[in-house]
T-cell receptor
């Protein structure tokens, strides 16, 4: 069975602070994908990143960066110099990589990020 | 990029009525679509996997007779909530898998309120 844990239920920061959202996962699959999504109040999921389990390189995209540590089954997400527009619920998710199970996502509980001006 | 649409975006209905939600892949053919449900302030939970031309596969605890899924074409899956009750009020989100890539794309969601 797959499981994704986001231990931080809510995080509150002041604008321009850096913030890291934690994600720990469990899976028996040897290959899998990890995802991060942003969900603003409108409800629509905004895709942020997909990472294959074979690729442990950290990734940076603008103010966003991701740290994938297979040894600790973690896939943490950092926002640098946070902005008010970053306020949203962030979900980490896991999917098997192959066969019919790809795309069948297991989501973490979500972290509510509030960035204050 | 690929786009998945859902219709309606919001629906309010009376208890006991049935509601149909459509999920369409707009620029690719999706043999597989997924339906999720999200209660307020909670995470997304997979309800079922919709397979084109065959029966849907339901997750444990999801009543297949209450949540009817029809995947009649490669671009359309429908979820019908039959005899809806207030406890069915939720945000329903579909996703579609693009077999031509490793993309998995989410629709914008449908907010159902049952009075």
């Amino acid at each position: 069975a797959q499981k994704v844990t986001q231990a931080q239920t809510e995080i509150s920061v002041v604008e321009k602070e850096d913030v890291t959202l934690d994600c720990v996962y469990e899976t028996r699959d040897t290959t899998y994908y990890l995802f991060w999504y942003k969900q603003p109040p409108s409800g629509e999921l905004v895709f942020l990143i997909r990472r294959n389990s074979f690729d442990e390189q950290n990734e940076i995209s603008g103010r966003y960066s991701w740290n994938f540590q297979k040894s600790t089954s973690s896939f943490n997400f950092t926002i640098t110099a946070s902005q008010v527009v970053d306020s949203a619920v962030y979900f980490c998710a896991l999917s098997a990589a192959g066969g019919t199970s790809y795309g069948k996502l297991t989501f973490g509980q979500g972290t509510i990020l509030t960035v204050h001006p | 990029g690929a786009v998945v649409s859902q219709h309606p975006s919001r629906v309010i209905c009376k208890s006991g009525t049935s509601v149909k939600i459509e999920c369409r892949s707009l620029d690719f053919q999706a043999t597989t679509m997924f339906w999720y449900r999200q209660f307020p302030k909670q995470s997304l939970m997979l309800m079922a996997t919709s397979n084109e031309g065959s029966k849907a596969t339901y997750e444990q605890g999801v009543e297949k007779d209450k949540f009817l899924i029809n995947h009649a074409s490669l671009t359309l899956s429908t979820l019908t909530v039959t005899s809806a009750h207030p406890e069915d009020s939720s945000f329903y989100i579909c996703s579609a898998r693009d077999p031509g890539s490793i993309g998995n794309f989410f629709g914008p969601g449908t907010r159902l309120t049952v009075l």
